[in-house]
């Protein structure tokens, strides 16, 4: 049989990450001998095995690496049909109110441009409401595949568009956004070797997938933090030239002459047949 229950998909995952069938009973609120008999069923019905068991405990043979990587996929999926049917339907509003789209943004990321685009829709007839969504760097792609937002404005090529559709809108430059007083903030143009090896202000470093990269910057959490260690002189930073909307009196933005030029998109789940979001796409794409 070449389907799978998401009930299976369940159970396989608790083993798989626990990697203990009590864990994984305990955590699934669940006895471990109908997990166990589960799982034995999930294997004969594919044909493979999925888990090596010994004395020292539950390992993934590569199939089980598969089956995991495709059931977190699979449900995350279900749960994110679940949320945006919810949303269209305004059965998560107490009061039954009208479709709502949820719009991820990353914080202080395309404000002018956002500013437009939900004035430009507002005055569309029958506008879903917009729940704006702001986000950390580069965490809108999650938001979307979990369902927990509808679109987002992504910027490439810092955010991944992979299984997403997407319509171009805007094309701009890149700024170091650097300390007021520091000498190359007196430069009128930079480029990235200029600002790569400075010994008293390394580049800022942001975690990619849970951890940070190693490097003499500091590590930071949020565009505050980045903002006030800007200001005391502890690093520097390459954004968007739209980011001068957020600039403080203590910084110095300065045109970055060789960096990439940043591209936003408006980007939603591929095949998605929402008319709320197909009428807020025409409108961004008409600004």
Known sequence: ???????????????????????????????????????????????????????????????GEVLLHES??????????????????GADRPDGARSRLVLAVKAAGSHELLQKLLDAYAAEPDAAEIEVLLCGICEQGGLLRDGRADVALMHAPFNSLAGFDSEELLTE???AILPAGHPLAARRTLSLADIADVPDLPFARWPSDGAYPPGPGPEVHDLTQLAQLIALGRTV?????SARAWLWAEHTAVPLTDAPP???????????????????????TRL
Do not use: C, K, N
């Not at 930073?237 to 030239?241: E, I, L, T, V, Y």
């Open 1 to 63: 049989m070449d389907t799978l229950e998401t009930r299976e998909m369940r159970y396989f995952v608790a083993v798989a990450e626990e990697l203990h069938f009590g864990r994984a009973a305990e955590r699934l609120g669940m006895a471990q001998p109908p997990l166990s008999r589960a799982i034995q069923q999930l294997e004969r019905r594919l044909g493979v095995r999925l888990l090596d068991r010994d004395r020292r405990g539950v390992s993934l043979t590569d199939a």
């Open 72 to 89: 977190r996929a699979a449900l995350d999926a279900t749960a994110a049909a679940a949320r945006r049917t919810r949303r269209a339907g």
């Open 173 to 175: 430059g890149q700024i």
């Open 237 to 241: 930073a390459a954004f968007p030239d």
């Open 262 to 284: 940043v591209v936003t998109h408006i980007a939603w789940p591929a095949h998605s047949h929402s008319l709320a979001l197909a009428a807020l796409i025409r409108t961004a």
